[in-house]
């Protein structure tokens, strides 16, 4: 590893972790000695993060130079916390991991007085009922989604049927019955919605549907309206 990818890894260590952040933890983190670790803090601070902390005490980073300063009201820092809280809860869990990070990023960004009440926000999302188990990793899926590239997959419908089909992926939907992919089915050669818990495997190929995701899409969800 780098050290400036180092540097990063830190920092992003030090907004995501539960504060104050051990050294032992951070060494951790970074894949570093502590001594190593004590050096690199330094060099954060010579270069304008606002770490306050010590060897024992642990470390806060309480000034970040690496973000833009951001305003929020409180409102929309309630909307923040609620769709990251919820996005953390249903997501998979790389994406739960990333709506980890975003909220750390931006609080980060906020004077002290808007941190603390990043903080301690009013509203809360707790959901009691697990949502469904989605496999395969829909992370891979996602990435289909982004790249504009077509799958082959085995799928299980409500009877229990298999077949096998190439499919665009357009967009990954959260549904309060699970997790379904939007799709363009080239076997029938029309939408369809796919349950990820159904597919039993798939194939990323070297199709591309590049660029008609954003059409397709569109004209799938004005099926709807």
Same mark, same amino acid.
């Given at each position: 590893?780098?050290?400036?990818?180092?540097?990063?890894?830190?920092?992003? !260590?030090l907004? *995501?972790l539960?504060?104050?952040? +051990?050294? !032992?933890?951070?060494?951790?983190?970074?894949?570093?000695s502590?001594?190593?670790?004590?050096?690199?803090?330094e060099?954060? /601070?010579?270069?304008?993060?606002?770490?306050?902390?010590a060897?024992?005490?642990?470390?806060?980073? +309480?000034?970040d130079?690496?973000?833009?300063p951001? =305003?929020?009201?409180?409102?929309?820092?309630?909307?923040?916390? *609620?769709?990251l809280?919820?996005?953390?809860?249903?997501?998979?869990?790389?994406?739960?991991?990333?709506?980890?990070?975003?909220?750390?990023?931006?609080?980060? =960004?906020?004077?002290?007085?808007?941190?603390?009440?990043?903080?301690? @926000? =009013?509203?809360?999302?707790?959901?009691?009922?697990?949502?469904?188990?989605?496999?395969?990793?829909?992370?891979?899926?996602?990435?289909? &989604?982004?790249?504009?590239? !077509?799958?082959?997959?085995?799928?299980?419908?409500a009877?229990? !049927?298999?077949?096998?089909?190439?499919?665009?992926?357009l @967009?990954?939907?959260?549904?309060?019955?699970? &997790?379904?992919?939007?799709?363009? &089915? &080239?076997?029938?050669?029309?939408?369809?919605?796919?349950?990820?818990?159904?597919?039993?495997?798939?194939?990323? +190929?070297d199709?591309?549907? /590049?660029?008609?995701?954003?059409?397709?899409?569109? +004209?799938?969800? @004005?099926?709807?309206?």
């Open positions: 590893m780098s050290r400036p990818e180092r540097l990063f890894r830190l920092l992003n !260590a907004r *995501v539960p504060k104050p952040v +051990t050294a !032992a933890r951070l060494a951790r983190e970074t894949e570093v502590e001594r190593t670790l004590y050096r690199d803090i060099s954060l /601070r010579a270069g304008g993060a606002l770490i306050d902390g060897p024992g005490l642990g470390y806060t980073l +309480t000034e130079p690496a973000l833009p951001q =305003t929020f009201d409180r409102i929309e820092m309630e909307a923040l916390v *609620v769709g809280s919820d996005v953390r809860q249903r997501g998979d869990p790389h994406l739960a991991e990333a709506a980890d990070a975003a909220l750390a990023k931006i609080t980060a =960004t906020l004077p002290d007085r808007l941190q603390r009440q990043m903080l301690h @926000a =009013t509203h809360m999302v707790h959901r009691y009922e697990a949502p469904a188990a989605t496999t395969p990793d829909i992370s891979d899926i996602r990435s289909a &989604c982004w790249d504009e590239r !077509a799958l082959d997959i085995d799928y299980r419908d009877n229990s !049927a298999r077949t096998q089909r190439r499919i665009y992926p @967009a990954i939907v959260y549904l309060d019955t699970g &997790c379904a992919l939007l799709a363009w &089915c &080239c076997l029938r050669k029309d939408f369809r919605k796919f349950w990820v818990a159904r597919i039993d495997a798939f194939k990323p +190929t199709e591309s549907f /590049r660029p008609k995701r954003a059409s397709l899409l569109r +004209t799938y969800l @004005a099926q709807f309206s």
